[in-house]
């Protein structure tokens, strides 16, 4: 099945950096904690990481794939739409370097804007400079990100998904090598190295896709500005993607901004912490899933095969509760034993685990709608529709803003995390319903069959994980080895009753195992 090997290449990949990332930020934990030092670089990284979510991941893509993969379906040529790919370039680098420079003149009062000033946690002037120092030092990772994601877009148009799936996974590399052998006694020094290898970690990433590019017989000429009309409805397109397929980053870059000024310290740091282990099977499921449907779709749309676009659909949202359900459940039922085992040694505290514990619990409740909005937003993009989605982010973030005011003064630190749980809830729910309305999506008798027996499985393997628990408990915070030993063993533990229930429950049957692999055979 060319859906469940292209997510396996992507998804994999993913999955790597994002251990790799998960690596990281334990390293961030020991030496940083959960501290104002750690808090200042999660908010210089903010600006980055949402800009490399909203554009690599999102804006860019979900303009320039269909356009790209219109240019060359229509005249049977590659060179034409990398002549297309080119104006593009010569555009978008000049904007680039402008909005560089612009940003990072402005770094302090966009500082100020991301951290909420840390008004309750850290009102001097002093340390609110040093995180708008991190901040210039990582802004300039923009511009690198943006040009790979340039690249990216073309090689994931020629199916080479895996080489752009690859790339972050250099910019980890390049954080964790910072940590293990740069980092020194002093948090704030910590800070400033990670903020450095953010940038390093760009410019490697760049290279990496240029080499790629060159292989794949791709080669870019840098061309004279020139605004064409494809150029205008490129431009056109990429704001309003931006913030339709950035609408969980906008929510979470708010909640952070409100944590700052209302929460006490150490608060963005350890809804960061939290958010990192939901980011795992995001990075695995929805990215993947939305890098892979958006090519895929875009060109049954094109050659008018309207109807395997729809059961392809329907595959990638069923493919996507099946994984995303289980991790639901277990960071809602063993969120404690994960984050003791991840996290707790070095700078971060016991009493740091149920904070973020608490706050990871909360993020997954919402976890099935960040997964969805990845893979129902190739529906509105591969028709060119980028205005519905950026319509819908708008309502979601303003849901955001006003459950952020309703329940940090009430549930303090969960505040934030429901709240963005709440938006992309709801978020989903417009998307879904508009592509019904439309005809462009209607979910099939096996989705909606499977929907509830994979619901049922997943608490099945929370109820156990619950139990298991306790047990795991007391040998999570002793050596590396023994630590990922009980953690291993508690999610192989959960997975093995997860697929079992599955079966019990037929939310998956052996005829699907039968199926797959008679169409890898044949595929292979």
């Known amino acids: 099945m060319g859906l469940v090997r292209s997510l396996g290449s992507v998804g994999g990949l993913t999955l790597v950096s994002r251990v790799i990332a998960l690596g990281r930020d334990t390293l961030q934990a020991t030496y940083m904690g959960a501290s104002f030092a750690s808090d200042a670089f999660f908010v210089a990284f903010r600006l980055p990481n949402m800009f490399r979510a909203l554009f690599a991941e999102g804006a860019f893509n979900a303009a320039f794939i269909p356009m790209f993969n219109r240019k060359v379906s229509e005249s049977g040529e590659l060179a034409i739409g990398l002549r297309f790919a080119e104006q593009a370039l010569a555009i978008l680098f000049p904007a680039l370097v402008l909005f560089t420079v612009v940003m990072i003149a402005a770094a302090w009062p966009i500082t100020m804007l991301l951290s909420g000033g840390f008004h309750s946690q850290h009102p001097t002037h002093t340390q609110l400079a040093f995180a708008v120092l991190l901040s210039r030092i990582t802004i300039p990772y923009l511009i690198l990100i943006s040009l790979a994601s340039l690249l990216g877009g073309i090689l994931n148009s020629l199916d080479k998904y895996w080489v752009n799936a690859a790339a972050p996974i250099l910019l980890n590399i390049s954080m964790v090598s910072a940590l293990l052998f740069f980092h020194g006694a002093d948090p704030l020094f910590s800070a400033w190295v990670q903020a450095i290898s953010v940038t390093v970690g760009g410019a490697l990433q760049l290279g990496w896709l240029v080499l790629a590019c060159r292989q794949a017989g791709v080669s870019m000429r840098i061309r004279r500005p020139r605004l064409d009309d494809d150029v205008r409805r490129l431009m056109k397109l990429i704001l309003p993607a931006a913030a339709g397929a950035g609408a969980s980053q906008i929510n979470l870059l708010i909640s952070t901004s409100l944590a700052g000024a209302l929460l006490v310290a150490g608060s963005i740091s350890s809804i960061n912490f939290a958010d990192r282990l939901n980011q795992l099977p995001l990075g695995l499921i929805g990215i993947g899933l939305g890098t892979v449907l958006l090519p895929t779709v875009s060109r049954l749309l094109t050659t008018g095969r309207d ?11 069923e493919l996507a509760l099946f994984l995303t359900l289980p991790a639901t459940a277990a960071f809602i039922f063993a969120s404690e034993p994960l984050v003791r085992g991840i996290f707790q040694h070095g700078a971060f505290k016991p009493s740091d685990v149920g904070r973020v514990a608490g706050a990871l619990s909360v993020f997954s409740i919402g976890l099935p709608s960040y997964v969805l909005v990845k893979v129902l937003t190739p529906g509105f993009y591969a028709r060119s529709d980028t205005r519905t989605p950026v319509r819908y982010a708008i309502i979601s973030v303003g849901v955001n803003i006003a459950c952020n005011l309703i329940l940090i003064p009430t549930i303090g630190l969960l505040g934030p995390p429901l709240a963005t749980a709440i938006s992309s809830t709801v978020n989903v729910g417009m998307l879904y319903r508009t592509l019904e309305k439309r005809g462009h999506f209607a979910a099939d008798a096996q989705l909606r069959r499977r929907i509830p027996r994979l619901l049922i499985a997943a608490l099945m393997m929370g109820g156990v994980l619950y139990l298991l628990g306790p047990y795991a408990d007391p040998y999570l915070t002793h050596g590396f080895l023994l630590r990922v030993g009980t953690l291993a063993l508690l999610c192989s533990g959960g997975a093995i009753v997860y697929f079992l229930a599955s ?17 890898r055979a044949a595929s292979a």
Do not use: K, S, W
């Open 503 to 519: 079966f019990v429950t037929g939310a998956f049957a052996l005829d699907d195992i039968r199926t797959l692999l008679r169409r």
């Open 307 to 317: 109807a395997e676009a729809m059961e392809v659909q329907n595959r990638g949202i």
